[in-house]
């Protein structure tokens, strides 16, 4: 790290964890070795994150377009968070961590909603760090939804502004992710966030998600800390911004 350079630490991360396919293809392994390692880095990234103070970590663990995935991959994905939530729960609420579910419920098995409902229900009282688990997750899915839900509730045209739209999302009462980190290389949003991400500071890197450690989360950090963050504002109206809420 650079010596002068102060850590920002970000409040709420946000990570895209791609690369799990061709980390275990790089090693001559199934698919599903990738995931079973993406799966077990899962829990060594949070425990980082919980212990450099970040408050909220989202996971895009299984997408609306994954479906199209071959069905024993669906199948694999499914099995993992019904094993995480199985092996995981007693540790993670011990650790004070909040399972929140951020997605559609169609579409997901009866048995496995029932599951993570029944997670998020046992730690909705945690408050060390709060994991969105991004589970049959689209952002355009997401706006839709919430659309339907404003105009199903009758919300009068002029009520709808953007801090109503806030309140219709699977994130409401969350603050936007500051900083969303995307592994493997790949630059594209994949429909994660594409509402909550307008202003979050963006890192990439080449390293597939199994091997995304530690160390390389504090390289994202110290990438989040040089950035300038000016909300669409000029550089010292931003500072004077910051200036009124320290
Ligand atoms: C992307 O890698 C990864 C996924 C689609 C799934 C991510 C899931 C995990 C890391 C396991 C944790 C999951 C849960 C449900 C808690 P990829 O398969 O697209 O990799 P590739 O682009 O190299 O093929």
Redesign the pocket.
């Known amino acids: 790290m650079a010596s002068n350079l102060e850590l920002k630490i970000p409040n709420h991360v946000a990570i895209i ?7 275990a ?1 790089s090693r001559g392994l199934p ?1 599903t070795e ?2 079973r390692h ?2 077990e ?2 829990r060594r990234i949070l425990r980082s994150s919980a212990k450099m103070g970040i408050r909220i970590l989202t ?5 609306t377009e ?1 479906w199209k995935r071959p069905p024993q ?1 669906v199948m694999m ?1 499914m099995r ?2 019904e094993t ?1 939530l199985d092996r995981e729960i007693d540790e993670l609420d011990r650790e004070g961590v909040q399972i929140r579910h951020i997605g559609e419920t169609e579409g997901i098995a009866p048995y496995l909603l029932k599951k993570i409902q029944q997670a998020c229900e046992r730690t909705a009282h945690n408050s060390q760090l709060i994991l969105n ?1 991004a ?1 049959n997750y689209g952002g355009r899915s997401e706006i839709v939804h919430a659309v339907r839900k404003i105009v199903s509730d009758g919300i009068p045209v002029d009520q709808i502004d953007e801090e109503l739209v806030n309140r219709y999302l699977y994130t409401e009462g969350l603050p936007d992710p500051d900083l969303i980190i995307r592994t ?1 290389g ?1 630059l594209r949003v994949s429909n994660f966030l594409i509402w909550q991400g307008a202003y979050s500071e963006y890192y990439a890197t080449e390293t ?2 199994p091997d995304f450690d530690e160390d390389e989360l504090l390289v994202a950090i110290e990438s989040y800390s040089r950035r300038k963050r000016r909300f669409g504002m000029t550089d010292d109206q931003a500072h004077d911004e910051l200036d009124a809420t320290l």
């Open positions: 964890m791609d690369g799990n396919g061709r980390w293809a698919r990738g995931h993406g799966t880095n899962l996971i895009y663990a299984f997408s994954n991959e994905l993992i968070l995480v688990v589970f493997s790949e597939y998600w």
